[in-house]
């Protein structure tokens, strides 16, 4: 994650101690789809979630045994995710487990299932943050999750959220598609006074993979970044109180530097610091995922391939055991990329990016990043 509000405009962020705070790829943030079930059908789903019931998810007694590990080995942050995670009956149970051990609890979900009362069992549980997906405007995004009214659910889910005292945010993944209804969405946010925004770029995985050919172009790409940080400007002078962020393109990082360095140097040089602490993407190293079934992945966009399984070994155990293969290639990554990303003077912050989209554009998780928009005159080193 990118925090635009505090590296353009210096607004302190929420979670800037673990970004930016020296503490980053200590102990990794973990992802846990609790469920692969979903109510929904989003056309960019990475886990591919349909609305039936899938077999062998863990246990509740195995869900709180892998909390338990997870205290103990020193992770600050737990990510319930899915499919829709509210689906998954025994969630607050093991939520509560969870912030009860000082680890903070974070959802992400589709809103469509935050009633009143839901909203104020997230907050009896302790969740400090519900990440609500939102894929443009009305219709837009009810095509996107495939489900008339989804959107109207969702805002409704925000709602109660802000109601109950639990911090929601708005999640929206940019493509051709939806491009066009980026005012809308801040409006939204600004009329909704929605405390953060967080701005995802397209990873091809899951039914995502089919909708490669749909992701902005590289020129769309600069111009939906110079917007975002348009509007950060505009909310912090205006005074609204919503954190905006880009998510899952570390070129975003570069691209914030060199527009930052022709406003003001200075400060740009103070930011480079700040993006250097973060290093860049962290999959296999500052996150993790551990998915229903028990199998832990790099991130949770590697369904594709595990490392283990916490039923047979501790999710720390698991995660410690630097032997295996690509484990261990992630988190030295630098010798073994090619084209682009290798030369490429930003390498110390952006890590080269997302590799499992140079896997599914290139089928070589060692190539160049096909989302990277910075010319070959940004990138080439000095």
Known sequence: MINISKLWCGTPGSMDHLRYGGAVHQKPVVVWNSTRRCNLHCVHCYSKSENKLYPNELTTTEAKAFVEDLAAFGVPVLLFSGGEPLLRKDLFEVAHLATSKGIRAVLSTNGTLITESAARQLKTAGFSYVGVSLDGIGETNNKFRGKENAFEAAVAGIRNCLKAGVKPGLRFTVTKYNYSDLPEIFDFIEAEKIPRACFYHLAYVGRGTAMAKDDLTHEQTREFMDYIFIK???????????????????????????????????????????????????????IGCVDSAGWVHPDQFWQHYSLGNIRERRFSEIWSDNSEALLHALRNRKEHLRGKCSQCRFLNICNGNLRVRAEAIYSDIWASDPACYLTPQETAPL
């Open 232 to 286: 950060t400007e505009e909310f912090h002078q205006k005074k609204v109180k919503t954190e905006i962020l880009t998510v899952d393109n570390h070129a975003d990082a570069a691209y914030l530097y060199l527009k930052l360095k022709e406003k003001d140097p200075k400060k740009a040089e103070e930011v480079m610091q700040l993006l250097k602490t973060n290093k860049g993407n962290s999959s296999g190293q500052g």
